[in-house]
């Protein structure tokens, strides 16, 4: 949820952090910035070495026990028996209508308070980031719920959408979205939540209505859960039975749109910088400047542009391995589905908490959504209950993420090299991208026990 709506204890980190760590923060400082957690159950560089150390030894591991690519072709789908699975997709489809109303009205009719009033808690927690979660898991909750689909169809459009853009106005869009949620003061105002969705919803159904194939490029929200989902182990459709496919497999078979590994790199960043932004260091360095709107939006576009840069450095590293054969676009693009785990693994080690904390505001706000007393569910005045985890159990859940995120990444990228690459330079050009993991592993570490 908003920043300025929810404690801000937890976030991950990026290479920009690294080398912004190596270059100008003492390591004792960030690890015991304001608001961080001085009592984890293990030291932080036991920690920190621990986790490199799995990272090295499998992909030492993979070298040896992995000769042959094993994900670069589809899998084999088995069906998932479910009686009525197509009742439960069309009520999924009616339970997406039912929250953007719910969404809307309450937001512009409902109390004006964020802790009495559903609207931000199910926008900030539930679509922003429930959803996603649970994508990952189970499969693209996303295409089944998105009720953008079911206005758009209400007329024929009018051209292709251009194979040009691919999904570079989802990047925009999702940059956008991030922005509003890290730094836009009025975020969680139950009227602006209305408003944001209004305003998406309107630009969704314009542009559907112009472009066939337009929400593909145009919602960030279907890339973004169609990117958790490709982890998820089931295949999802409204139309079909579910399908069973494997962890994993397919990622390596996402299609290649412009502007997805843009997108894939923005998914890093922007977690990256709201872990950033929540250390004492991060208040030191940049001071009044950090904390204004346009400073923070500054720094937020730099450390998608750092992330950025660092990704095509050891794209760039890869391809000199090719001898010619790639070029470092065609090899980032290639590799993009690899750090498609980390983003995920950044996201919900940093705000898990908030769905677990926060969601519960649910249950207490949708018994009296419109704010005239009601108790429609019997829970209206129910507090939020802090103590369902400890912060030792916080700590590892998110170092267990943060861990399996970039194991997932390694597996991938190994696989993709055997693919691309022949002979030694397979394993050569994994060099710098296990150098790009480690260093975002440790720093995610690092700062999770800082902010």
């Known amino acids: 949820m ?19 760590l190596v270059i100008a923060v003492p390591s004792p400082a960030l690890a015991h910035g304001l608001g961080g957690r001085t009592d984890l159950p293990v030291p932080l560089g036991y920690a920190v070495a621990g986790a490199l150390s799995v990272l090295i ?27 009525g699975w197509r009742r439960l997709a069309a009520a999924l489809r ?16 409902g109390a004006d308070n964020s802790v009495r009033n559903p609207a931000p808690v199910l926008m900030w927690v539930g679509f922003w980031l429930l959803v996603p979660f649970a994508s990952a898991a189970v499969g693209d909750l996303y295409r089944l719920m998105n009720p953008w689909d079911l206005l758009a169809k209400a007329g024929p459009p009018r051209r ?19 922005w509003v949620e890290l730094i836009y003061p009025r975020a969680a105002d139950p009227v602006a939540v209305a408003a944001i969705v209004l305003i998406f919803g309107l630009l969704m159904v314009l542009s559907a209505d112009r472009w066939e194939g337009a929400l593909d490029g145009f919602d960030p929200f279907r890339t973004y859960n169609g990117l958790v989902s490709a982890i998820a182990p089931i295949q999802l459709s409204p139309e079909a039975s579910p399908q069973w496919r494997g962890w994993l497999r397919a990622l390596p078979l996402l299609p290649a749109r412009p502007g997805l590994t843009a997108f894939v790199v923005t998914m890093i960043a922007t977690v990256t910088y ?47 391995q090719a001898s010619g054969q790639w070029t470092t676009s065609t090899v980032a693009q290639r590799f993009a589905h690899t750090l498609v785990p980390i983003g995920f693994a950044y996201a919900f080690a940093h705000y898990f908490t908030l769905v677990v904390f926060e969601g519960q505001l649910l249950v207490s706000t949708l018994s009296d959504p419109f704010g005239r007393g009601w108790n429609l569910l019997g829970t209206t005045g129910r507090s939020v209950d802090f103590t369902l985890l400890s912060p030792n159990a916080i700590w590892w859940v998110q170092m267990a ?24 330079a397979a394993v050569r050009s994994q ?13 995610g570490l690092v700062i999770l026990s800082a902010s």
């Open 2 to 20: 908003c920043r300025r709506m929810v404690m801000r204890r937890f976030g991950p980190a990026g290479l920009v952090a690294a080398l912004l």
């Open 57 to 83: 030894v499998t992909f030492v591991a993979l070298v040896r026990l992995w000769p042959q690519p094993r994900m670069q072709e589809p899998p084999v789908l088995r069906p998932i028996r479910f009686p």
């Open 94 to 109: 009616w339970l997406g209508i039912f929250v953007l109303v719910v969404l809307v009205t309450t937001g512009l009719f």
């Open 160 to 178: 292709m959408w251009p194979p040009s853009l691919g999904v570079w106005p989802a990047v925009i869009l999702f940059v956008a979205f991030v």
């Open 274 to 320: 709201d872990g950033l932004s929540a250390t004492a260091w991060y208040d030191r360095t940049f001071g009044s400047f950090g904390g204004s709107l346009a400073g923070s939006s500054l720094l937020l576009l730099a450390t998608v542009g750092s992330l950025g840069l660092a990704y095509t450095v050891a794209c760039w590293a890869a391809a000199r």
């Open 401 to 424: 993420v943060i861990v399996l995120g970039h194991l997932a990444g390694v597996v991938l990228a190994h696989d993709r090299a055997l693919s691309d690459f022949s002979g030694v």
């Open 431 to 443: 060099y710098v991208m296990l150098v790009l993991m480690v260093l975002l592993t440790a720093l």
